[in-house]
């Protein structure tokens, strides 16, 4: 028999306090958070460190992260049952990301297509956007993690965390718990209402092709009902031919619990699905919103939450560190 069948598996996720938090991390990642609740052992992460590889304001990221931090709340994780906390409070991230930086090479990290995409032609781009993956491989690998649930923007940093696992095991004898990817079936990347062709972005500037987590549901309504479809009136989930629609669908699918091939046959027109995916989305935000305003209202609460994470995190991290440490050869402290 697999000694595995029945074991509870250890599962970690972070995200940045980069911006707002949109339908897409939440579709994408976040109600995975939440489900694998219910069989898993989980830590969450306000990855705050992260937030810093890209110009930020340091007031504003004050004010996002203990907003993310509400909100993670607020979507249902259950500090009771899960840990939550913020990466800055756990040194350990940021000396195993030496050690993750160490074990990666300047070519692999060069050929991440998110720092392309976010190093763009800027005149300034910080060493830390270019190292990041190795953060992020230090973070999940701190936690012994069998299973990391996020959007399929995120494949390629997973998959270079395990490449960095199993490169340092292989030099250095086992330290590190290879993990594996979590990504939905549905949803895994929402894209732009605005540009179909685009991923739905935290930090973008497209203020009618985001929608916000938080957001007035009637702009929320506004912004399905005016989303970007495809020319030709066939309602069709063909992601390359029909991306419009298709991230209607996907959507409305991932809102609703429903095949997004099979919801296509269901309409004719694009006005209705348009108007049933606004009112999924609308009814999916309430009583999010509801949670978070009563949460809002006792910053308290969520403070003492995440300083009970942090010591949480920081237990289980110590001693996967002190291993780390002694298969490079550093002495102990
Ligand atoms: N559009 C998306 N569709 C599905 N999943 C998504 N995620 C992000 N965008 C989508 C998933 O959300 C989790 C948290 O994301 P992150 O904060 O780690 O950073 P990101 O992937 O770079 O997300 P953003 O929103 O685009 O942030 P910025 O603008 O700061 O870069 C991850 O699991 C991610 O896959």
Redesign the pocket.
Known sequence: MDPTIGAVARVF????P??PV?L??Y????RNWVSAQADDDCLYCV?DL?ALT?PHDPAELRALTLELATVLVAIGIDPDRSTLFLQSQVHEHAELAWLMECTASVGELRRMT?FKE?AGDHEFVSAGLFTYPALMAADILLYDADRV??????RQHLELARDLATRFNHRFGPTFTVPEAGIPAV?????DLQDPTR??????ESPQGVVLLLEDPAAIARKIRRAVTDTGAEVRYDPEAKPGVSNLLAILGAATGQDPCVLAGKYEQYGPLKADCADAVVELVRPIQARYAELASDPGTVAEILSRGAGKARALAGPVLDRARAAVGLLPR
Do not use: F
């Not at 996720?13 to 940045?16: L, Y």
């Not at 579709?27 to 976040?30: E, F, I, N, V």
């Not at 649930?149 to 995120?154: E, F, S, T």
């Not at 949803?187 to 894209?191: E, I, Q, T």
């Open positions: 996720s972070g995200i940045k980069t911006g949109t897409g991390n579709l994408g990642a976040l990855v992260h890209v998110q976010k649930p996020v959007g399929d923007d995120q949803a895994a990347r929402v894209m991923k739905m972005s935290k930090t973008e």
